[in-house]
């Protein structure tokens, strides 16, 4: 389908394709399957150790802050209660020495039945008050001591005094008093810090491994699709615009290195810090946690929500980037032509328009994205509250610590991180997946000419050539030649001249066979092209085009191309028979100047002559000429005829030609009328049949 700007529209792939995208991604992924394994280790330690933090917290103001003791009075209590009561506490409770009274942790209050403590509360056997216990009395002073008038001996030889006689005491006795609990937060202190050290040692080497492995990964990406760009058929790039191409092996690439750090471990890591603090949540007290799980199918609502809307709009957007990029690359390319005929401000708008989709695409996933994270933020903001609210209640009533209550908040809060984390990397996680969409879709297109499963070749090359009843159309219904046979015998040049269209340039690419004939075969030495190995074919075969494409670089690279077999006495043999000798030696470094961008700084004839060159240099049996005088001056056509003339006995010679004084000396002329051969001769015998090639002569000289 193709769309306004003339542009093939892209497939868009279903949602069962998703599973497809995943394997193929594992493909690339397989062999760094030990380093994508050490990721995942150093992400679950990262997230136990996130885990241990607010539980760190809780310990701290629980057993060292607080540090508050409740007493329980025993006296009347039936003994399976006092044995229920030992059971559940595993003994952790106090007695005094009389053993009618028990002091109990705070933190392990939540411990006993909670229908037992309001029992307890109402029986008044749960006193109010709060006492702190000081494991060894002998330690502090007794004129301290002596400052606390009420105080509990306890029968492991503890003291324990209220709570709040604490808070008359000068500084230095309270720390002096309290120096076991200092003594412990400094303990945690220092833990947590070694924590956070080692946190930040795994992340370090958790992101350095993963942006080694996405590089990797994205290497091997491109390697294959250019690999498999180059062994698309030439069919294929006249219906994909090099701008999209491009794009395949740039932004999708690099978005698709996203969907591995993002996927492969960032959101394993987020899910498991998810089940991670679920299980704390349950552990410190299960009813709070699912007064806290309340709010989780609001949360999973708004993502689904959000993932179901989104996934389309990313697919757009990176569409319109990619019309965008096919765009720029051709009003770039063609900027003289613009220039030259003032179509500025025609490009401009045209620019304009598909700016504005692209601007248009991206705002819709902004406001989708502007209302999401908000509406995530609002419900966890709600959940704290709730859980301040009744985690509140549970401890005014004993049946939660302060310090449970507060590694719940922390614990709450980390529970939204990752689903904002989750929800944050959504956009880059959906732009990878539109991304690998569009990679495995290109991947999966195979528009190659088929290799022979066993090659042939003559023992000798030749360059007989031969056309046998050919008929070739780029669309089924609309043939371009039909019926055409003919023969080129080696050493011989044969010319093919018509008007425009008649199919000239279209033998040529079927000789090279960048297309293969839908009726008919093309023979070279006896053997149909389809049997030859196309690497061996294109050995045997050289093309000078009319539109010349150079590459920046040296002469010498543009002429050998990089091929070992070309040595530089091949190279000067080249450049002599094509006639490119003369103007390479008046630049300064020879073969070795630099040129740029396709030869930005050279004349259209100096360019013609070094693609002659490099079609001469490994010695092809076969030369063919599409056109390749049609846009030189004539000092330089001079020069081609004579380096055609001068090899053609060496070589098999085809010439299309446009200009008809290059092909007079042909030993044969082949005339094409509408994909039919209409006449074929010498240029004598044609000219005096005074048919379709005499009208093109006559034609030719009223020009000139």
């Not at 076991?180 to 370090?204: E, T």
């Not at 073969?591 to 004349?603: C, D, P, Q, T, V």
Request: glycine share 6%; aromatic share 10%; proline share 3%.
């Amino acid at each position: 389908m193709i769309d306004d700007y003339g542009y093939m529209e892209e497939g868009r792939l279903g949602k069962a394709y998703d599973a497809g995208l995943i394997k193929r991604l594992a493909h690339y992924a397989a062999p760094y399957k030990n380093t994508i394994l050490l990721c995942l280790l150093f992400t679950v330690l990262n997230a136990l150790l996130d885990l241990s933090a607010p539980y760190f917290y809780k310990i701290a103001i629980d057993r060292y802050i607080l540090a508050a003791w409740s007493e329980l009075r025993l006296i009347d209590l039936p003994a399976p209660e006092q044995q229920a009561l030992k059971t559940s506490l595993a003994e952790k409770w106090v007695l005094d020495k009389e053993g009618t009274r028990a002091l109990i942790a705070q933190e392990d209050l939540k411990k006993i039945d909670p229908t037992l403590l309001y029992t307890y509360k109402q029986q008044g056997r749960l006193a109010e008050k709060k006492y702190y216990r000081i494991a060894d009395a002998a330690a502090v002073s007794p004129a301290l001591l002596d400052r606390f008038q009420t105080r509990l001996t306890l029968a492991d030889g503890s003291l324990a005094v209220l709570h709040q006689d604490l808070s008359g005491l000068p500084v230095g006795e309270l720390l002096t008093l309290r120096a076991r609990d200092v003594d412990g937060l400094k303990r945690i202190g220092l833990l947590l810090l070694a924590l956070f050290l080692l946190s930040f040692g795994l992340s370090y080497a958790l992101y350095y491994f993963l942006e080694w492995t996405g590089q990797r990964i994205m290497q091997d990406i491109r390697v294959d699709l250019f690999k498999h760009l180059q062994n698309q058929s030439i069919a294929f790039f006249d219906r994909h615009p090099v701008g999209r191409l491009v794009t395949r092996l740039t932004n999708d690439v690099e978005n698709c290195n996203e969907m591995f750090k993002v996927v492969a471990v960032t959101v394993f890591t987020d899910f498991f810090l998810l089940a991670g603090i679920l299980a704390v949540l349950f552990y410190l007290n299960w009813r709070l946690a699912i007064v806290c799980l309340v709010m989780l199918p609001f949360i999973f609502g708004a993502a689904l929500l959000f993932s179901f809307v989104s996934r389309e709009m990313f697919r757009e957007l990176r569409g319109k980037v990619s019309k965008l990029n096919v765009f720029l690359q051709e009003r770039i390319g063609a900027m003289r032509i613009i220039q030259l005929f003032v179509k500025e401000e025609k490009q401009m708008a045209d620019f304009a328009a598909i700016n504005a989709e692209n601007y248009q695409a991206g705002m819709k996933q902004v406001r989708v994205f502007a209302v999401f994270m908000p509406a995530m933020e609002l419900i966890g903001m709600f959940a704290v509250a709730l859980l301040i609210w009744y985690g509140g209640g549970k401890v005014v009533q004993n049946q939660l610590s302060l310090g449970a209550l507060v590694a719940f908040i922390a614990y709450l809060q980390m529970f939204f991180r990752p689903i904002r984390d989750i929800s944050e990397k959504y956009n880059i996680m959906q732009a990878a997946m539109a991304s690998t969409e569009r990679i495995v879709e290109f991947l999966d297109q195979h528009e190659h000419i088929p290799e022979p499963v066993l090659p042939r070749r003559p023992a000798e090359v030749r360059g007989r050539l031969e056309f046998r009843n050919v008929s070739f159309g780029y669309l089924p219904d609309q043939p371009v030649l039909r019926n055409i046979s003919f023969e080129v015998l080696p050493g011989q040049m044969v010319a093919i001249v018509g008007a425009t269209g008649a199919g000239k340039s279209t033998i040529a690419g079927l000789i090279e066979r960048f297309y293969d004939p839908q009726e008919g075969s093309i023979l070279l030495d006896g053997i149909d092209l389809r049997q030859w190995s196309l690497s061996d074919l294109h050995g045997r075969i050289g093309l000078v085009m009319q539109d010349v494409f150079i590459f920046s670089g040296s002469l010498l690279g543009n002429i050998d191309l990089g091929r070992k077999e070309i040595d530089s006495a091949k190279v000067a043999q080249a450049v002599q028979e094509a006639n490119a000798a003369e103007f390479i030696r008046k630049l300064p470094l020879g073969l070795e100047h630099e040129i740029g961008e396709r030869g930005a700084n050279l004349s259209a004839g100096e360019r013609q002559l070094l693609s002659f060159a490099r079609a001469l240099a490994y010695d092809p049996k076969v030369l063919i000429l599409d056109e390749a005088t049609s846009s030189v001056d004539p000092e330089t056509e001079r020069l081609i005829q004579e380096a055609i003339f001068k090899i053609s006995a060496e070589r098999t010679t085809l010439v299309v030609a446009h200009r008809l004084a290059t092909i007079r000396k042909a030993d044969r002329i082949l005339v094409l009328h509408h994909g039919q051969i209409r006449e074929q001769g010498r240029h004598e015998e044609l000219m005096a049949l005074k048919g379709i090639y005499y009208r093109l002569n006559m034609l030719k000289e009223a020009e000139e």
